[in-house]
Every structure is written in structure tokens, then in C-alpha cells.
């Protein structure tokens, strides 16, 4: 128990600490967070009426960051498998930061449900055997089951696996084997019960099509991942964290080819509906073209859609892929049209036109912006603060002292520039140059 | 005949000015006002709090409620929306009659589209006068079309109704059998009664509006903000279940007056009663003597959306 204590202790000491930049960017993450508090604080005192949200269009930005971010907390389950079905040493040593994003995503979720209902005073209504979950009739109760299964769950092997690797010990393969590997069933679940979530409502023809739920996975794989993608690359850049260049162009590569099959089922769905041309293409129609004059979504997924498609031709092509530039490029790309996609671009079509025909356009209020900004600040600054623990731990910079309980702090800098470091090397060149 | 009210009409907007420039401008005045002020209402309930507020907080599901317990809560909601008022409001948790299971026809050969039912139904169910929320909406259609919803306009607004060419469309909760919107309910907020009247626990709701998401005929309303009800114009003769005056933050729909028909001897709905063309019927679908049985047996019925399977116990007609 003490020894949990200490490394409790001394984990706090590693946050408090940290160069000038790790400060500025605290700040600045606070900044943002207090900012979206205010803008939170306005909503609960006015209600929901601040947003554009209405009637026609029950759920607007909110929902629609809410979905894109389960998607990227899939990011962990394309590390896990190949470090640890494949035991691939190059990823296995960064899954645990891909597990720490997909708590941080996790976190933004719930932040991003509970600021859209309309009496958070009331969430205890949820709890079971307290309040009243519908389950397993309801699909929000489902998805409010699997999304903290899954937060605990990442939260668990991470914090367990740093613990472990803090002591300088392997972590214990009777509990940590079936943990890891139930949460990739978990990642898959956290999106089929969220797509399923849309996907069983009748009355939104546009959600209404089997094909949803393989469409949200084929995109988690991508916007996730890519999101990995650049921020291991500041990593290793800011902090002293060794990344390989083949974990970041094996990543790529499988965002290669969850890119061919999220465009492939969305042609697919996008041939059905042309094709039959009944009564409800009129949300595509609208996503894609406009109806009856009203087009606010149009240039946003036509840009979505030039995105996609372009990175998808930046990471097939090894030249693009494995090229620094062309790759982030790639990276922002996908994040971004990603969460057209799968934020706007699902959402409100859902609900133009309203099951009674009706066409609302809706665009978010400064307040849905502020509010928004203030709850993905909120994303980084938990991101943060693990990387902060994390990134010590696994360059042997925070470990426990000879004593076996007193913690030992080697970096209280935490990001700085490192100049002529080659970051990314493989180990054949590091040999090389240690016996040079 | 004259029609009553374009839903718009309230809302004056220069046209100038986009919806979207409108709203950001409004916003962002109210948030610099709004900004410190509102920092205080993010303690749940606060120092300040009563006991009202916490019995309120605490109050558990209307159904897992003791008859005790719904008297004390129907006490208290009655002492608190009296003192609102300032007149005796009352607030009944009559139960269904036994042998009665409601069913609503519309002749949509005799509706004109007046909107006489919409603001019956305003000023008898307590709705919010600003913003606006309307239980019914009427679609103005286009006889060469059909019902086709589409093609549908809501915010008709001509000097005299019916306008050539077109026919009219009154839609409300249909009251389903099978209710997508109580299926999706993550806390059972929202349910069906025996007597065919899906209802909603305005204590218990917590404002998610997947409901609304799930509903196929845009039955359901959200209090976007607190309900603008004046004093003057509201209706204290209130059901827990039905018009009894709703907190922001929660879904309202129509509950056929539950607050009227399920007195004995019963009322008609306040659309029913309101109709000055007789367009709309009411009765017990459990007794064949009703003319809602008549109905379904003598004329040819369709109900909306049939592919969906939700089964409403709202039949539309066409009499002559």
C-alpha cells in the first residue's frame, strides 16, 4: 500500500514539473478549459435554447464530436493487436500511449453527452438498481455500459502496465493477457453500439442502413490512427521518447487499408440510394447536393470527401507514405475529413428532412464552438497529464528508487527541443553509430 | 375561414440578417452578459437549495411511486406552480379506466386547415408560449400529390383557408402500440399506458431526446428553454402525467388531454372539442358502440407511415 502511495505521490510531482513550454501549454489548455466552463456555466443557466439545436434537429455538434471521438478512441486497438496478438516489438513498446488516448477520448465523450442533455442534475437516473437503466432495451443504455467499460478498461492496462514497468517488473501475464485482449472485443463494441444507436431507428431512414456500423469501424481505423501518427512524431520530437519509423509506417499502412474500405462501403450506400432513388435519398441528396435550395452541408463533405480520398492515395503509395511530409499531410487530411464525416456529415442529414419532411438547416451557435473547444482542451490536458506520467516511466526516467518504495525523478523538464537528436533511427544505425 | 397564427410570425427577422448571423449575434451578447452570472448555477442544487429542491432532486420514477409518496409529490407541485401562478392549480394522477383503450379518427376529407386545434391544444396543455411549442402541426398538401410529406408546407399562411388545390394534414403523437420512443428511453422516463396514452415523467426525464430521434411523426417537443407561460393564460386544471407545467430541459408530447378523458364522466380531447368542422373523432376502441369503431368499421382508415410498424392508435379517414 505504501508503495502505491509513493508512486501516487511521486507521479504528482512529475505533473507539477516541467520546462517552460510544458507550462505554457498547461496554460493554455486551462485557458481554453476555463473559456468552455463559462460557456457551459451560460447553457445550464439559459438551457439548450443557446445552441442552434431544435425540434427539427435534436442533436447537433454535440453528438456529432461525441461520435467522431469514439471512433478515435479505437486508435488503442490498432496498437494493441499487433503488439500484443503479434507481439511486434516496434508498436508494443507505444500501445500503452495509444491505450492512454482512447482514455482521453473516452473522457471527451462523456464530457461531449452529458453538456448536450438537458438536465444533467438528473444523470443519477442512469445508474442501476439507483436510478433506472433501460437495458437491454435501450441503445443508449447500452452504449452508456460499453463506453465506461471501455474508459475503466483502458485505464486498467495502462495504468497497470506503467505500474509494472515503474518497478522495473513484467507485468503479470495471468491478469494482463485476458485484460488486453478483451479490450479489443471492447473497442469493437464501444462502435457497433454507437452506430447501433443510429442504426435502429426507423423512423431516420438515413441511419436506418445495415451497412452503418461497418462504415463507423472502417472509419475509426482511420482517424484515430492518424491522429497517432503525428502526435508520436511530436513526441519524439519534444520529449525523450524513441518512436521507430517502422511502427509509424506500419500504422500508416493499416490506415491504407481502413481507408479503402470506409470509401468502398460508403460508395456502396451511395449507389443504393442514388440507384433506387426512393423517398429516401432526400437526406443524402441533401448532404451531397442540396435540397430545395437548402446545401449548408454540401461543401463541407464535398471537402470531406477530396480529403479522404487523397490520403487514402498518400498512404497506399510507399513513396507518400513513408515520405515525412506527404504522410502528415495524409494524417491531417484523414482527421479532418474524418470528422466531417462522421460528425456533421452523420448527424444532421439524419434529421433533414424531419420525419415529417421538414428542412432545418442547422449550423452550431458561438456558444456549441466555445463549449466544444473548451471540452477538446479538456481531451488534451488529460492526454497531457498521462503522457506526463507515462513518457518518464518508459525512458526509465521515473522509476522506483533501490529502497524497492521511494520514487526516483530523472526529467523535470518534460518537453523540450532536442537538437541533433535523429529520432527514429532503427537500431541497426544506432549500433553503427555507438561503435563508431 | 381565417386561419390562426403562422408559427413564424412571432419571430421577426429582418431579412438582411441569415438565421445563422442572427444566432451567433445573439449569443454572443448574451454570453458576455450571461457569462459571470451564470457561473453560479453550476452548483446542482446549490447553498441556497430548499428542501423543495432536494425532495424534487430525490424524487424517485413516477411509477416505483407509493400511493403515499404520489400524494405527497402531487402536494407539493401543487404548492409550488400555485405560488407560481397565484391561483389554486391542481394537479390529478387519475388512473386509466379500466376497459378503455383510446383511439383518435381524422377525417381528412372535412379538416381545412384552420389551426383552431393547434392553439386549443396550447391553451389547454399548459404548452410554452415563447418559444412556442405546438403539439399538432397541420401540413398544408398538395391534392395532386397526395400525402406525400416531402412535399408538405407547415408554414402556410394564406387570407382564407383551404387554399385551391391543396388539403391539409393535421399530425400529433399517434400513440402507438408499439412506440419507437419508449423503446429508446435510456431511464423509462416515457411509457405506454394501458389505456393506449404514451406519457412522459417530466420529473424523471433527463432531456438525451433520443426519443426525438426515434419518433416517426415529430411528436415530441423539448423545452429548449424555461416554458414562457403567462399567469393569466395558464390552465390550472393539470394531470401529473399530462399538462401540468413542464421544467426546461425535457421532452412534452400529446397525451390526448389525459387530464380531460380520463375523467368520468370524461371530456373530449380540446382539438376534438375545438373543431369546427368535425374532422376529428374520439372513443373507446374496447367498445363497439363508440364512434371511433364505427369509424374503422364503415369508412376506410389508413394509418401513417405504415411500414414502420409502430401500429398508432390515430386512424386517418376520409368520409366523403
Not at chain 1, 469501424?217 to 482511420?222: E, H, K, N, R, T
Not at chain 1, 487523397?310 to 498512404?315: G, H
Not at chain 2, 409518496?69 to 394522477?93: N, P
Not at chain 2, 424555461?226 to 393564460?233: C, S, W
Amino acid at each position: 500500500m505504501k508503495k502505491i502511495w509513493e508512486f501516487f505521490k511521486g507521479t504528482l510531482v512529475l505533473v507539477a514539473k516541467g520546462s517552460k513550454a510544458y507550462y505554457t501549454w498547461l496554460l493554455f489548455l486551462l485557458t481554453l478549459m476555463t473559456i468552455g466552463t463559462f460557456a457551459y456555466a451560460y447553457q445550464l443557466k439559459s438551457g439548450l435554447i443557446v445552441t442552434a439545436m431544435r425540434d427539427q434537429v435534436s442533436w447537433g455538434f454535440y453528438i456529432s464530436n461525441f461520435t467522431f471521438l469514439v471512433g478515435v478512441a479505437a486508435a488503442a486497438v490498432l496498437l494493441v493487436i499487433p503488439a500484443y496478438v503479434y507481439h511486434w516489438k516496434p508498436i508494443k513498446e507505444i500501445a500503452v500511449l495509444g491505450e492512454m488516448l482512447a482514455v482521453s477520448a473516452m473522457v471527451m465523450c462523456l464530457l461531449f453527452v452529458t453538456v448536450d442533455i438537458g438536465r444533467p442534475d438528473r444523470f443519477w437516473h442512469l445508474i442501476p438498481k439507483i436510478g433506472i437503466l433501460n437495458f437491454p432495451q435501450s441503445l443508449l443504455a447500452w452504449d452508456v455500459v460499453v463506453l465506461n467499460t471501455y474508459l475503466v478498461l483502458n485505464l486498467t492496462i495502462a495504468v497497470y502496465v506503467l505500474y509494472q514497468m515503474y518497478h522495473r517488473r513484467e507485468p503479470n501475464k495471468a491478469v494482463f493477457n485476458p485484460l488486453v485482449l478483451f479490450s479489443i472485443p471492447a473497442a469493437v463494441a464501444i462502435h457497433t453500439v454507437t452506430a447501433f444507436l443510429y442504426n435502429g431507428l426507423s423512423a431516420r431512414p438515413f441511419w436506418n442502413a445495415s451497412i452503418l456500423a461497418p462504415r463507423f469501424l472502417a472509419s475509426a481505423f482511420c482517424s484515430g490512427p492518424a491522429f497517432m501518427i503525428v502526435i508520436f512524431q511530436v513526441l519524439r520530437k519534444y520529449t525523450k521518447t524513441d518512436i521507430k519509423n517502422e511502427a509509424i509506417f506500419k500504422i500508416a499502412e493499416l490506415i491504407a487499408y481502413a481507408m479503402f474500405i470506409n470509401l468502398f462501403l460508403l460508395g456502396a450506400e451511395v449507389f443504393k440510394e442514388y440507384y433506387s432513388n426512393t423517398i429516401h435519398l432526400a437526406p443524402m441528396e441533401y448532404l451531397y447536393q442540396g435540397l430545395k435550395g437548402h446545401s449548408d452541408l454540401v461543401p463541407y463533405i464535398w471537402t470531406a470527401t477530396f480529403f479522404n480520398v487523397t490520403a487514402f492515395i498518400l498512404f497506399l503509395v510507399p513513396q507518400t507514405r513513408e515520405n515525412f511530409l506527404t504522410l502528415n499531410i495524409g494524417c491531417v487530411l484523414i482527421f479532418t475529413g474524418i470528422y466531417i464525416e462522421k460528425g456533421m456529415g452523420l448527424v444532421i442529414p439524419g434529421f433533414v428532412p424531419g420525419a415529417l419532411g421538414e428542412i432545418y438547416e442547422y449550423s452550431p451557435t458561438g456558444i456549441e464552438i466555445l463549449l466544444t473547444i473548451g471540452i477538446w482542451a479538456t481531451g488534451f490536458f488529460v492526454y497531457t497529464m498521462l503522457l506526463r506520467v507515462a513518457i518518464p516511466i518508459l525512458n526509465g526516467d521515473f522509476h522506483v528508487g533501490d529502497d524497492g518504495v521511494t520514487p526516483v525523478i530523472g526529467d523535470d523538464r518534460f518537453i523540450v527541443r532536442r537538437p541533433g537528436f535523429v529520432s527514429g533511427r532503427s537500431d541497426a544505425e544506432a549500433d553503427l553509430e555507438a561503435s563508431a | 375561414m381565417k386561419t390562426r397564427g403562422n408559427p413564424q410570425e412571432d419571430r421577426p427577422m429582418p431579412d438582411t440578417e441569415t438565421r445563422e448571423q442572427r444566432i451567433f449575434r445573439l449569443s454572443r451578447r448574451k454570453a458576455l452578459k450571461g457569462l459571470a452570472a451564470g457561473v453560479g448555477a453550476l452548483a446542482i442544487p446549490g447553498r441556497k437549495a430548499s428542501a423543495l429542491t432536494w425532495q424534487d432532486f430525490l424524487q424517485k420514477n413516477f411509477r416505483e411511486l407509493t400511493r403515499a409518496e404520489v400524494e405527497t409529490v402531487i402536494a407539493r407541485l401543487e404548492k409550488e406552480y400555485s405560488a407560481r401562478f397565484k391561483k389554486d392549480v391542481k394537479v390529478k394522477a387519475t388512473p386509466p379506466i379500466e376497459g378503455v383503450l383510446y383511439g383518435y379518427g381524422l377525417d381528412l376529407s372535412r379538416c381545412i386547415g384552420c389551426r383552431r386545434c393547434v392553439y386549443g391544444c396550447v391553451d389547454e396543455n399548459n404548452q410554452s408560449r415563447d418559444p412556442q411549442i405546438q403539439w399538432i402541426r397541420v401540413l398544408q398538401l398538395e391534392k395532386e400529390k397526395g400525402v406525400d410529406l416531402e412535399h408538405a408546407e407547415y408554414y402556410y399562411n394564406p387570407r382564407e383557408v383551404p387554399a385551391p388545390g391543396h388539403f391539409y394534414m393535421p399530425v400529433q403523437c399517434q400513440q402507438c402500440r408499439l412506440p419507437p420512443c419508449v423503446k429508446v428511453c435510456p431511464v423509462q422516463a416515457t411509457w405506454k399506458e394501458i389505456d393506449g396514452i404514451v406519457v412522459v415523467d417530466y420529473n424523471w426525464c433527463i432531456g438525451c431526446r433520443y426519443c426525438m430521434a426515434a419518433c416517426p411523426y415529430g411528436a415530441r417537443h423539448f423545452n429548449w428553454k424555461k416554458a414562457g407561460l403567462p399567469a393569466g393564460e395558464m390552465n390550472p386544471e393539470t394531470h401529473y402525467l399530462g399538462n401540468r407545467p413542464r421544467p426546461v430541459g425535457v421532452v412534452e408530447k400529446c397525451t390526448f388531454c389525459i387530464q380531460r378523458t380520463r375523467e368520468q364522466p370524461g371530456k373530449y380531447p380540446a382539438c376534438v372539442e375545438v373543431c369546427p368542422t368535425g374532422t376529428r373523432k374520439f372513443g373507446n376502441l374496447l367498445d363497439p358502440e363508440s364512434e371511433i369503431r364505427y369509424i374503422i368499421e364503415n369508412k376506410r382508415v389508413f394509418i401513417l407511415k405504415e411500414d414502420l410498424n409502430t401500429q398508432p392508435q390515430f386512424y386517418y379517414f376520409y368520409a366523403t
